[in-house]
């Protein structure tokens, strides 16, 4: 016999979840790469309840396990070796935790409360070598 294993979870609102049976056994599986096909299915009508049909041909919803994985998937899909990428400065270490090692070269933005600093970051355009920094 096979023991019956329910998820119960409760926030700190009070509301509630139970995960049983097919759902929940199909959540603790390793899944397709870009998501649980249902968890897609919900996320993608909720993009369009919320903001229309705005996802450009081409281009799908992919869930990760954290910031770390879609960071890396990022990086995976756009960088080539000896690629110059600019980043905030200061920028998250977790960043410069996976882009080092990999020889990415880093090209600091300064930053203020708002994100980059359109003067600094127009400044580092101009000045940009694209035979020296990619």
Same mark, same amino acid.
């Not at 960071?71 to 990022?74: E, G, P, V, Y």
């Given at each position: 016999?096979?023991?019956?294993?329910?998820?119960?979870?409760? @926030?700190?609102?009070?509301?509630?979840?139970t995960?049983? &049976?097919?759902?929940?056994?199909?959540?603790?599986?390793?899944?397709?790469? $870009?998501g649980? !096909? &249902?968890l897609?299915?919900?996320?993608?009508?909720?993009?369009?309840?919320?903001?229309?049909? @705005?996802? $450009?041909?081409?281009?799908?919803?992919? @869930?990760?396990?954290?910031?770390?994985?879609a960071?890396?998937?990022?990086f995976?899909?756009?960088?080539? !070796?000896g690629?110059?990428?600019? /980043?905030?400065? !200061?920028?998250?270490?977790?960043?410069l935790?996976y882009?080092? !090692?990999? &020889?990415?070269?880093?090209?600091g @933005?300064?930053?203020?409360?708002?994100?980059?600093? $359109?003067?600094?970051?127009?400044?580092?355009?101009e000045?940009w070598? /694209?035979?020296?920094?990619?």
């Open positions: 016999t096979h023991a019956r294993i329910h998820l119960y979870m409760q @926030v700190r609102d009070g509301s509630s979840m995960i049983d &049976g097919a759902a929940l056994e199909s959540s603790l599986q390793y899944s397709n790469t $870009p649980l !096909p &249902g897609l299915e919900h996320l993608t009508n909720l993009q369009i309840a919320e903001h229309g049909n @705005v996802q $450009p041909d081409g281009t799908a919803i992919s @869930v990760t396990t954290g910031s770390q994985d960071l890396a998937k990022a995976d899909a756009l960088l080539e !070796p690629d110059t990428l600019m /980043v905030e400065a !200061p920028t998250y270490s977790g960043s935790a882009l080092q !090692p990999i &020889g990415c070269g880093l090209q @933005v300064e930053c203020d409360e708002h994100g980059m600093m $359109p003067d600094d970051l127009r400044r580092q355009l000045e070598d /694209v035979q020296a920094q990619g």
